[in-house]
């Protein structure tokens, strides 16, 4: 019996060693776990976020899944005839909004695992959506006549004698400084014009005329076309996410060519991506290739997008202005430095006198505001803004808003505008919002649960290993204090002496002896019990057998 006593307690300390060391383990990993967590589910995320055709972005990158919609306002002008009377004020009532459902797509993609950049273009399907307009593509518009503008503007530059043939060109063809067209023509269908027919005809300009269009529209061949945006190349983030969608080029030039210095660069955001954003506050740059130029947009508050956290950077008066209020925007001014809230742009324009504003002189100098009637800059309706979930660099919602002013002035040896003011004339503002979908939103979600998940779970796994490390001692030690207890309650009398439980050689002898132990109790008890009742009982001194002996006694009154 000793040895299985002995082979019991080897097989327990075995098994305990085996748990402890298991436990150990466990803690160890857990606390590794708690430690490295958040590198590892960066680095996952790294490697799902990273442009390439295998990730789970590229689909959603490719062809966005949110539902696209252009909304278009145009600026019809009610009183052209008292253009010329220096005391009116250009009257103008928008129309609209013509709402057209965008289709994006990226098209002739091409990957450069070398400088991790990838190469596209852009190319639009647009579909009028007639419920969601406020009005028909058949509805009359009168605007100031781009064309002629643009080619008086261009004509300012020549010699007198070039310009002689333009403004002849605009007496023989009867041009008039406005026009009425329909909506349809003034979009996407485009018209026809004398001047361009001629301009393209006429060697005699040589290469001062750039004529792109058969026709006039401003979106012209847009639709379906993948040429008029450009070729962009971005960084897809696969040596360093925060670069993620970041431009790299356009064009295939690090610098536009179209703004000097550092305003010409080739930089900041192609829409889709930010960097991660840890903290609120800062800037983030949108390229926009309608004006070949980066437009920075400051972070003013955080808000809530589906159920997201996101920040919000909205486009305030740093972004529009040409240096009078930001010296460091010097460089926009692009050769016509105009007080402060739009954005010279004719060079990336073909030279035409076209300046980009938010919407009805939003964020812009009062000195355009006062110019014509019938706008009212409203935060609600015409702030340009971004929404941006900080650990990602998601855009959750977007709503790009711009208007497009062309300069009417004075040009000397052009007849139709010799007596007319200098005014920044409203032509026509479009916006385009989006919102990320529920669906995005809830994977999106995921993201910091996966994260809080996994220290929860290196956490469970330090308890436990501690419980399991701790396991076999506590266990002993229990077991100890329960062989103690038991030692001091089944103590045995033999010849004087006590022997503990375990001095006995087998079990069966211990339960012997316990046994006797319990029936000798019992009897001493039921002998006692009536002599105590009666006389108490008085222990006299040991006798010569080594053994008390109890008596009664009587007192001595008896």
């Given at each position: 019996?000793?040895?299985?006593?002995?082979?019991?307690?080897?097989?327990?300390?075995?098994?305990?060693?085996?748990?402890?060391?298991?436990?150990?383990?466990?803690?160890?990993?857990?606390?590794?776990?708690?430690?490295?967590?958040?590198?590892?589910?960066?680095?996952?995320?790294?490697?799902?976020?990273?442009?390439?055709?295998?990730?789970?972005?590229?689909?959603?990158?490719?062809?966005?899944?949110?539902?696209l919609?252009?909304?278009?306002?145009?600026?019809?002008?009610?009183?052209?005839?008292?253009?010329?009377?220096?005391?009116?004020?250009?009257?103008?009532?928008?129309?609209?909004?013509?709402?057209?459902?965008?289709?994006?797509?990226?098209?002739?993609?091409?990957?450069?695992p070398?400088?991790?950049?990838?190469?596209?273009?852009?190319?639009?399907?647009?579909?009028?959506?007639?419920?969601?307009?406020?009005?028909?593509?058949?509805?009359?518009?009168?605007?100031?006549?781009?064309?002629?503008?643009?080619?008086?503007?261009?004509?300012?530059?020549?010699?007198?004698?070039?310009?002689?043939?333009?403004?002849?060109?605009?007496?023989?063809?009867s041009?008039?400084?406005?026009?009425?067209?329909s909506?349809d023509?003034?979009?996407?269908?485009?018209?026809?014009?004398v001047?361009?027919?001629?301009?393209?005809?006429?060697?005699?300009?040589?290469?001062?005329?750039?004529?792109?269009?058969?026709k006039?529209g401003?979106?012209?061949?847009?639709?379906?076309?993948?040429?008029?945006?450009?070729?962009?190349?971005?960084?897809?983030?696969?040596?360093?996410?925060?670069?993620?969608g970041?431009?790299?080029?356009?064009?295939?030039?690090?610098?536009?060519?179209?703004?000097?210095?550092?305003?010409?660069?080739?930089?900041?955001?192609?829409?889709?991506?930010?960097?991660?954003?840890?903290?609120p506050?800062?800037?983030?740059?949108?390229?926009?290739?309608?004006m070949?130029?980066?437009l920075?947009?400051?972070?003013?508050?955080?808000?809530?997008?589906e159920?997201l956290?996101?920040?919000?950077?909205?486009?305030?008066?740093?972004?529009?202005?040409?240096?009078?209020?930001?010296?460091?925007?010097?460089?926009?001014?692009?050769?016509?430095?105009?007080?402060?809230?739009v954005?010279n742009v004719?060079?990336?324009?073909?030279?035409?006198?076209v300046?980009?504003?938010?919407?009805?002189?939003?964020?812009?100098?009062?000195?355009?505001?006062?110019?014509?009637?019938?706008?009212?800059?409203?935060?609600?309706?015409?702030?340009?803004?971004?929404?941006?979930?900080?650990?990602?660099?998601?855009?959750?919602?977007?709503?790009?808003?711009?208007?497009v002013?062309?300069?009417?002035?004075?040009?000397?040896?052009?007849?139709?505008?010799?007596?007319?003011?200098?005014?920044?004339?409203?032509?026509?503002?479009?916006?385009?919002?989006?919102?990320?979908?529920?669906?995005?939103?809830?994977?999106?979600?995921?993201?910091?649960?996966?994260?809080?998940?996994?220290?929860?779970?290196?956490?469970?796994?330090?308890?436990?290993?501690?419980?399991?490390?701790?396991?076999?001692?506590?266990?002993r030690?229990?077991?100890?204090?329960?062989?103690?207890?038991?030692?001091v309650?089944m103590?045995?009398?033999?010849?004087?002496?006590?022997?503990?439980?375990?001095?006995?050689?087998?079990?069966?002898?211990?339960?012997?002896?316990?046994s006797?132990?319990?029936?000798?109790?019992?009897?001493?008890?039921?002998?006692?019990?009536?002599?105590?009742?009666?006389?108490?009982?008085?222990l006299?001194?040991?006798?010569?057998?080594?053994?008390?002996v109890?008596?009664?006694t009587?007192?001595?009154?008896?």
């Open positions: 019996m000793p040895r299985q006593n002995s082979a019991l307690w080897r097989q327990r300390s075995k098994r305990g060693l085996l748990i402890g060391i298991f436990g150990f383990c466990l803690g160890l990993f857990g606390v590794a776990c708690g430690m490295f967590w958040e590198d590892i589910f960066n680095w996952i995320k790294h490697k799902e976020m990273a442009l390439a055709p295998d990730t789970r972005v590229f689909e959603n990158w490719k062809t966005p899944p949110m539902e919609h252009l909304d278009i306002y145009m600026f019809n002008w009610t009183n052209p005839e008292d253009f010329g009377n220096l005391s009116t004020k250009p009257i103008l009532q928008q129309l609209g909004p013509y709402r057209f459902v965008d289709r994006p797509d990226k098209v002739n993609i091409s990957w450069h070398a400088n991790h950049t990838v190469s596209y273009k852009r190319r639009s399907y647009y579909y009028f959506d007639a419920e969601g307009s406020a009005g028909s593509l058949d509805d009359a518009v009168t605007t100031l006549n781009a064309v002629t503008l643009s080619a008086a503007a261009t004509a300012k530059h020549w010699s007198p004698v070039k310009r002689n043939f333009v403004d002849t060109g605009l007496k023989i063809y041009r008039e400084i406005a026009v009425t067209k909506v023509e003034m979009l996407f269908t485009g018209y026809s014009d001047m361009i027919d001629a301009a393209m005809a006429l060697p005699i300009f040589g290469d001062d005329v750039k004529v792109p269009f058969d006039f401003w979106f012209y061949t847009r639709n379906g076309s993948a040429d008029l945006t450009g070729v962009f190349n971005v960084f897809t983030g696969a040596d360093e996410l925060a670069k993620l970041q431009l790299h080029s356009w064009n295939y030039q690090t610098h536009t060519g179209f703004f000097d210095s550092y305003c010409g660069l080739a930089n900041g955001s192609a829409g889709e991506f930010q960097p991660p954003q840890p903290q506050g800062g800037s983030v740059g949108l390229f926009t290739p309608d070949c130029r980066t920075r947009l400051d972070y003013e508050q955080t808000v809530q997008i159920g956290q996101g920040y919000k950077f909205t486009g305030g008066p740093r972004s529009v202005d040409n240096g009078s209020i930001y010296p460091e925007n010097l460089c926009f001014c692009g050769g016509e430095c105009v007080p402060s809230g954005m004719s060079a990336c324009r073909f030279d035409s006198p300046f980009m504003s938010y919407p009805h002189f939003y964020n812009a100098d009062p000195f355009y505001l006062g110019q014509v009637e019938g706008l009212a800059p409203d935060r609600e309706q015409h702030e340009f803004y971004m929404v941006v979930e900080p650990r990602t660099g998601i855009p959750l919602e977007v709503a790009a808003r711009f208007q002013n062309m300069l009417v002035e004075p040009i000397d040896g052009i007849e139709l505008y010799t007596d007319v003011p200098r005014i920044f004339f409203p032509l026509i503002w479009f916006e385009q919002k989006v919102r990320i979908t529920p669906e995005l939103a809830d994977q999106l979600k995921l993201l910091p649960l996966v994260l809080l998940a996994g220290h929860i779970f290196a956490g469970l796994c330090v308890a436990v290993g501690i419980v399991l490390l701790c396991w076999a001692p506590v266990q030690l229990l077991s100890a204090c329960r062989s103690r207890r038991y030692d309650k103590q045995h009398k033999s010849n004087g002496q006590y022997r503990s439980r375990s001095q006995f050689s087998s079990a069966e002898e211990l339960k012997s002896k316990a006797t132990l319990l029936c000798e109790e019992s009897a001493g008890k039921s002998l006692l019990e009536p002599a105590s009742r009666s006389k108490p009982a008085t006299l001194p040991k006798s010569q057998t080594g053994e008390s109890a008596t009664t009587t007192p001595l009154s008896e």
